[in-house]
């Protein structure tokens, strides 16, 4: 759980035109579904019929803050602070298995239209696919490359415009069972994100890096081992503001790794470490920490919680490094076969560093409420019911805000 026809479009003011990023993106994404469809045609004669599952959805969705405004803040204009809105999309996940080998692809597309504030209507689309591989039962890993493109959130923003964000990414792993109970493992990876608005291209980001890990894993005691990822971060368009700025920002985190099965229905993972940034931002070390328990609580009652600390670059808001505290607890009740409820309840920490030279830092303070119900009324198609409250606190009077919403909608699986 996640966060009527238009009327007349709005203009967007002349310090929100738009920055359009170069095509090389979507001529790697279709370059690379190309050769997805290239692989599978070419799997060998005793591979398994390419599966394909689809499923298509509707909702109705009513915010009372759907601008992010802080209280006694109207928006102005023909905008309204509350709005309705109708969503359609679309997810398909497909795979085809040969041997050890295994190839997918996953993708969604979601279109949104609003009553009110026709200026936020957008379309969200990801793709994803790749090959899970395996040499012998010993050594396996996994090749994907993905795009999305999203509307970013306008409590980030704190502008009322439309900002399309699009994001390329692709990760390879590797790891190979050795002398019984050791277990190397090698990944490489690089991310490129891009913002539609000149006014948030200095925010566009490309990263890319190498993650090492030595594990010493035993049934019965589950794994541990040490954990090092260097990452090369650049902004590309900032030395255009800035001809002083050197856009090569290098970041070091190193992390002790445990995971351990505490009952035959719970395990736990924990993670700590340190962060060490360099390059134009020579900042650190941070102490960085993550640690997650999954419980089967009962037959029916299930649990996830998440805490943790993490450094990374920020892709949306204009500052050197973002630091983020966050706990998270996801609650499933299955009441029958064809019934279930959930719930969620997230707190977030977070501070923008360097934030803009008279503010300094900018830190957001969160709470996220999540309630939903489902029922699977046929074999293929689930009624689903959501509300979501969502409350933040900011040394940043703009970005302090409520917001509550209400979700119907139903999905069909074919």
């Known amino acids: 759980m996640r966060f009527g026809p238009p009327v007349a479009r709005h203009c967007l003011p002349p310090s929100s035109a738009p920055h359009q990023p170069d095509s090389r993106s979507r001529r790697r994404l279709a370059a690379g579904t190309a050769g997805l469809a290239v692989l599978l ?9 390419f599966e394909l599952d689809a499923t298509a959805s509707t909702k109705l969705e009513a ?7 802080p209280d006694g803040v109207e928006p102005g204009g023909d905008r309204s602070k509350s709005d309705f809105s109708h969503t359609y999309g679309l997810d398909v996940n497909g795979a085809a298995n040969f041997g050890l080998q295994r190839l997918f692809v996953d993708g969604s597309v979601e279109r949104t239209m609003y009553v009110e504030n026709d200026l936020l209507d957008r379309t969200n689309s990801s793709v994803e696919g790749g090959l899970e591989w395996s040499v012998t039962t010993a050594c396996n890993g996994v090749v994907k490359a993905g795009y999305s493109e999203r509307q970013t959130d306008l409590s ?14 692709f990760r390879a792993e590797a790891g190979c069972r050795i002398a019984a109970y050791y277990r190397p493992e090698v990944a490489v990876f690089a991310r490129k994100t891009e913002n539609e608005l000149e006014s948030r291209a200095l925010a566009d980001v490309e990263e890319r890096g190498i993650t090492g890990r030595f594990l010493y894993v035993r049934p019965e005691f589950s794994a541990a081992g040490v954990e090092v990822t260097y990452t090369q971060r650049e902004y590309p368009n900032r030395a255009r503001v800035d001809p002083s700025f050197t856009d090569d920002v290098t970041q070091i985190d190193t992390k002790l790794l445990l995971r351990r099965r505490l009952t035959g229905k719970a395990e736990a993972e924990f993670g700590v470490g340190a962060s060490q940034l360099g390059g134009a931002i020579d900042a650190g070390p941070y102490v960085i920490y993550n640690a997650q328990l999954t419980w089967d609580i009962t037959p029916i009652l299930a649990m996830t919680a998440n805490v943790g600390r993490a450094v990374s670059g920020s892709d949306v808001v204009v500052s050197d490094l973002r630091v983020d505290h966050f706990g998270i607890i996801d609650l499933t009740y299955t ?9 969620e309840i997230a707190y977030f920490d977070r501070t923008y560093e360097n934030y803009s030279p008279v503010v300094g830092d900018r830190t957001d303070q969160a709470l996220e409420l999540e309630l939903g119900a489902g029922w699977e009324a046929y074999d293929n198609i689930r009624l ?5 409250y969502k409350t933040q606190d900011s040394n940043i009077e703009r970005a302090q805000f409520d917001a509550h919403r209400v979700t119907t909608g139903l999905a069909i699986s074919f």
């Open 41 to 49: 045609a070419a799997a060998p004669a005793g591979a398994q019929v």
């Open 63 to 69: 915010q009372d803050n759907v601008l992010r405004l």
């Open 156 to 169: 980030e923003l704190l502008e009322i415009v439309s900002n399309t964000q699009t994001t390329t990414s």
């Open 335 to 343: 009441l029958s076969p064809k019934v279930d409820l959930t719930g």
């Open 384 to 388: 689903f019911a959501e509300y979501g």
